[in-house]
């Protein structure tokens, strides 16, 4: 098994994780000028456990959690960045569906950061 580490800054209120045909067959997308917003990194298509530490000035939250990447793209941001101001009616109805990030699935779940701002996310792939 193929361990990858991912250390990078996120801005966000909610950190997700997604698959990235999550957002994209809702009416997201993933825009390169977002990509110090968020991240998408390339994997082989499977199920994946996930090791996430969140580090702010002021705390730091860790989390454990599995999800399933049927793409090969793990998609890792506030969720709204995959949503362009054009698509505002698409973001809305996201929300709805996913109870404002609170429904979890197999290829999606969030972690609220308490606050809004930039994080640095550490992230281990197995």
Known sequence: ???????????AANISFADLTHYTSRG????????????VVTLTPRSYQLRISIFSYQN????????????????IGDACYFFSEKEDES??????SNNYLEKRSPDFF?????????????ITIE
């Open 91 to 96: 973001w809305q109805d996201f929300l709805i």
């Open 60 to 75: 730091q939250i860790t989390v454990t959690d599995s999800i399933t990447i049927k793409s090969g793209n793990l998609a």
């Open 110 to 122: 969030s972690i609220s950061t308490g606050g809004d701002g930039r994080f640095r996310v550490v």
């Open 1 to 11: 098994m193929t361990t990858i580490r991912q250390d990078f800054i996120v801005s």
């Open 28 to 39: 997201g997308s993933y825009h390169i000028k977002k990509s110090q917003l968020c991240r």
